[in-house]
């Protein structure tokens, strides 16, 4: 017999089966089965069936809890790309070798301000802290510069310990805009005031460290402050502990050693980069991380409530504004390492705690890559350049200004060989960069953006602006607690913060976790004196004519 197309080989009925007389009984307890495994099948798929999915786990708002909220100034992706190939060189470590804080990856930030797609720190930082938008300058008021209350006094009114600790000015934009409300970024006298209490509010925060000595003491012993005023001899007659040095700074043990309030100034201005700090004279953003941590947890151990931090990676910013790459992969890998503080904390600790961190913006424009021929470009970037240059190009600047009364042959030669050299590991430097230098020794903002160009360009490292970005940032946060991290995990607008966010709702998500009233706190600060008008602060004039604000 022919195959055909009821062959079983091609998925039809074999005729010769199909030929056989078929018997009634097997026919009807076919039909028996079929029914049955329907009746079966339907019931299966259409009786009801038990809800056995675990509701999420409930958040207690007033519950104790620590909240750490975390920035990195002017940090934006290509940060991070920079930071981990720079690492993967200098420690031989695998291309799969991610930065400790890749892991905790979350989200993303839009970082608009009120008045300007593009936010300064001051806009940015307010967001944060009063979870509303604000204009570029702004600290602590909302866009009619009325003062707006922030997450850290409102979890001050609720018992709660509070921090700073930055390696810019605590005066800064962004530690300013957690404790203070002014007007104008550049009020850093009254800032300081602010900080210390002055204001109806009173006392906000119980630990501050960092730098920014110079809006604490009068022009006389070093300082800005054209009062006369020294914040700091106040505050110590007021119950504060002082910390004014790194002898100081060891003496507070890790923080075991500490009397709060704690006022900690280590520098007159800014803690120097990463890249030219002496650890003998300048503790690190996560010695100074470790200490706060300890610190704040010995205070609230008997307490009902935890503690609040602002830890900010300031200078990671600076270097942005300076295009200056050898700086800034350093100071994101010792952000990097503070957060790795954070994290072990909040592991070892039985107190539910979360740590949330991103940026207020992007700085610079910063791309690895850069066309240096008119060429079709080459695939590639070289971090060794980062490598081998050992100092910082603003640290560079200030020592060649310095030597700038020596001339002729020995400055060009001090030029090649200390600067080019030993500073920077340059070896193919041209005559015309020793020209350039010599003749820009006395203009040292145009030296400082010379001396990042040559690194930059050997690194094909690519900057678009000395300013910031519209480019959206990074989130990224931790917990112990699994109903934060339901909550953390959640992509809604204003719930969570898992996807795309705008930077407002960081603030906004602290506020409901904590159970905390922002607004209580705007109607009790609202008598806040926050103008220049009637302060030592520069006048509005002055500020623009003099201060590039970063």
């Known amino acids: 017999m022919k195959r055909g197309e009821n062959s079983p080989l091609l998925g039809g009925d074999s005729s010769v089966y199909n030929s056989k007389p078929k018997s009634n009984v097997k026919r009807n307890i076919s039909y028996i089965l079929n029914v049955v495994t329907i009746i079966t099948i339907a019931v299966l798929l259409f009786r009801p069936t038990k809800d056995t999915t675990t509701p999420p786990p409930a958040i207690d708002p007033h519950g104790k809890k620590n909240i750490i909220m975390m920035v990195t100034d002017g940090m934006g992706p290509a940060s991070l790309s920079a930071a981990r190939s720079f690492r993967q060189l200098r420690d031989n470590l695998p291309f799969d070798d991610t930065l400790f804080i ?243 904390f909040i592991d070892s600790t039985d107190v539910e705690t979360v740590a949330i961190s991103t940026s207020d913006h992007e700085t610079g424009g910063l791309v690895t890559a850069r066309q240096i021929t008119e060429s079709y470009p080459d695939y590639l970037w070289y971090p060794e350049v980062l490598l081998n240059s050992t100092h910082s190009g603003e640290h560079l600047a200030r020592k060649i200004y310095s030597q700038k009364v020596k001339s002729g042959t020995k400055f060009t030669e001090y030029i090649k060989q200390e600067i080019f050299e030993k500073d920077m590991g340059l070896n193919d430097y041209t005559e015309d960069e020793v020209k350039q230098i010599a003749l820009k020794s006395s203009q040292p903002d145009a030296l400082l953006y010379y001396l990042n160009n040559m690194i930059s360009f050997r690194a094909q490292i690519g900057w678009t602006t000395h300013g910031h970005s519209a480019v959206d940032v990074n989130i990224y946060a931790h917990t112990n607690s699994p109903a934060l991290l339901h909550k953390l995990k959640s992509r809604k607008a204003y719930d969570g913060l898992t996807g795309n966010h705008e930077n407002i709702e960081i603030g906004a998500f602290m506020e409901t976790i904590t159970g905390s009233n922002l607004s209580q706190i705007t109607k009790m600060i609202k008598k806040t004196i926050h103008s220049p008008q009637g302060t030592n602060d520069l006048s509005i004039d002055e500020f623009h004519g003099n201060v590039n604000p970063l």
């Open 102 to 344: 890749d892991k905790y990856l979350v989200g993303s930030s839009r970082t608009r301000s009120s008045s300007s797609l593009i936010t300064d720190s001051a806009a940015g930082a307010t967001a944060f802290s009063c979870a509303l938008k604000s204009y570029n300058g702004a600290i602590g008021v909302d866009a009619d510069k009325k003062p707006c209350g922030t997450i850290l006094e409102a979890l001050k009114l609720q018992g709660y310990m509070t921090g700073l600790v930055v390696t810019t000015r605590i005066t800064d934009a962004t530690p300013a805009a957690f404790s203070s409300h002014v007007d104008y970024r550049f009020q850093e006298d009254l800032i300081a005031q602010h900080q210390l209490g002055e204001y109806p509010f009173g006392r906000a925060v119980d630990l501050i460290l960092g730098g920014g000595r110079c809006h604490f003491v009068p022009t006389a012993q070093g300082g800005c402050r054209s009062d006369g005023r020294d914040l700091v001899k106040e505050a110590v007659k007021n119950g504060w502990s002082y910390a004014g040095d790194r002898k100081h700074f060891d003496q507070l043990q890790d923080g075991k050693n500490v009397s709060l309030p704690l006022l900690g100034l280590f520098a007159n201005h800014d803690i120097p980069y990463d890249i030219d700090r002496d650890s003998k004279e300048f503790p690190s953003l996560a010695e100074q991380v470790k200490v706060a941590l300890t610190a704040l947890q010995d205070a609230t151990k008997d307490s009902d409530q935890g503690f609040f931090l602002l830890i900010e990676g300031s200078r990671i910013d600076h270097a942005g504004h300076h295009n200056d790459p050898a700086a800034q992969v350093r100071e994101v890998l010792a952000y990097d390492d503070a957060f790795n503080e954070v994290i072990e």
